[in-house]
């Protein structure tokens, strides 16, 4: 299988600077075959099985349904991600 997951936006700002367009894009493939596990495995169970370990070791205080937009969610999510092989490329341009 493979997963894939892009994010495009364009910034206007109100001072006058030049619009940007921004993307993200995560492409991950699956391990199947060679006896790994599905793409969709590790893009939604690893993300998911890190949420739990932040907070069984006490690392994030907020309690109930939590998004991942707090750093003390999302940097060491992103980073233990990273090392295992799930990251996204990141670009950003300024348009005319």
């Known amino acids: 299988d493979m997963v894939l997951l892009h994010h495009e936006l364009e910034a206007s700002f109100p ?7 921004h ?12 006896g ?3 793409a969709m495995a590790r893009t939604v169970g690893l993300p ?7 907070l069984l070791q006490g690392k994030v205080q907020q309690r109930g349904v939590l998004r991942p937009v707090t750093s003390d969610i999302y940097a060491p999510s992103l980073i233990a991600l990273a ?4 990251h996204c490329k990141e670009a950003s341009e300024k348009l005319l």
């Open 36 to 38: 790994g596990v599905s």
């Open 83 to 86: 090392k295992l092989g799930v």
């Open 48 to 54: 998911a099985a890190l949420g739990a370990v932040l």
């Open 15 to 21: 001072d006058g600077r030049a619009k940007e367009k």
């Open 23 to 34: 993307s993200a894009t995560l492409l991950a493939f699956g391990e199947v075959a060679s």
